[in-house]
């Protein structure tokens, strides 16, 4: 796994975080983020836009959010929860998104590990299992809040992962 | 906004071995791991067998009652948790033949002073979910091999195995 290319929202926040251009000399991709949400409540949805666009994405989630555990099925983007400005200040949530096979021009298998922050009770931390339906290879991912802007300090980073050639693997 | 490109990239996870199955096998081992890293990391990605299942692996070729899990799932409709024994390390429960990805993190699997312990999560958004699996082999031999097999029979062509190391 080799570190890519990392972003760092600046004064003023965001509205998205975009690695374009990303080289197609991997096998996986992982991108780990740490943010926090300008809107005014306690969760945002964290979506993953491959290639900039919404859309053929289907995913199952488990969550909890310290009183409570649900499970559902979307059709969204979404990948994590960020906290929002209603949360203990300078907490930001975390996220590990896992992408397979991100060049293929198949289905994509992506897998989602995000919890937020909160000094309190009641912010969501999740696992989701998505499904890319989308037969295009990735070679921009843009993260952004369905409802929020990104924070200042808050960042993203890109990693590729390549896998080894054959040794002695055994098949039977 | 600040933004960092590593040229050249800096290398954290360590490609070990990967096969891609050029047709349908019921196990895959990777033999033979070196001793030199701290932990290992398994990707499977792929198309499930049908009949749906477990995949797990035994380490070691170990096939006694020595292996302990506690597990999380959303399904999409409903979500279970549970923990047991098995002659096995599981990590996921597919069902049916949709596309999942399984990502098992094995810690200190070179050390022989301890019980060895992964993190498995199993995606497969139109079968069984999101999965966290939590498992223990009770053994403190080092990890020198691991067998992959599935319960639900034969991995299907075309399904990848990557194992990775890394430093501490």
């Known amino acids: ?172 | 906004m600040a933004q960092t490109v590593y040229d050249p990239p800096v290398s954290t996870y360590i490609p070990l071995q990967t096969i891609t199955l050029g047709a349908s096998a019921s196990s895959v081992t990777f033999a033979s791991i070196p001793q030199t890293y701290r932990d290992l990391v398994l990707v499977i990605n792929g198309a499930m067998p049908n009949s749906g299942g477990e995949p797990y692996a035994r380490l070691n070729s170990d096939s006694a009652s020595n292996y302990s899990a506690v597990r999380m799932t959303g399904q999409g409709s409903n979500y279970s948790a549970a923990a047991f024994t098995s002659n096995r390390l599981g990590f996921f429960f597919t069902y049916g033949s949709e596309l999942a990805n399984v990502i098992v993190s094995l810690m200190d699997y070179s050390a022989t002073d301890k019980h060895k312990t992964t993190l498995s999560r199993g995606s497969q958004a139109a079968g069984r979910g999101a999965a966290a699996w939590a498992s223990r082999w009770a053994n403190t031999d080092a990890v020198t091999s691991i067998a992959i097999s599935h319960e639900g029979g034969d991995y299907p062509s075309g399904v990848t195995f990557s194992l990775y190391a890394i430093e501490a």
């Not at chain 1, 991108?31 to 199952?60: E, K």
């Not at chain 1, 060049?103 to 989602?112: E, F, G, L």
């Open chain 1, 1 to 172: 796994m080799q570190a890519i290319e990392t972003v760092t929202v600046g004064s003023g926040g965001a509205a998205s975080i975009t690695f374009s251009s990303i080289p197609d000399t991997y096998t996986d991709l992982m991108i780990v983020v740490s943010s926090r949400s300008t809107v005014s409540g306690v969760n945002d949805a964290l979506d993953l836009l491959p290639n900039g666009a919404s859309g053929n994405n289907s995913l199952r989630y488990l969550r909890g959010d310290g009183s409570s555990v649900q499970s559902g099925s979307e059709t969204t983007n979404l990948v994590s929860y960020t906290p929002g400005a209603t949360t203990t200040s300078d907490t930001f949530g975390n996220a590990s998104i896992y992408i397979t096979n991100y060049t293929s021009t198949s289905s994509k298998s992506i897998s989602t590990d995000g919890v937020g922050e909160n000094n309190a009770t009641s912010v969501r931390s999740a696992i989701i299992a998505t499904l890319h339906s989308g037969t295009t290879a990735f070679t921009s991912l843009e993260l952004s809040l369905r409802n929020g802007n990104f924070v200042e300090h808050s960042t993203a980073t890109l990693y590729g992962i390549l896998a080894g050639s054959d040794g002695s693997t055994t098949v039977t």
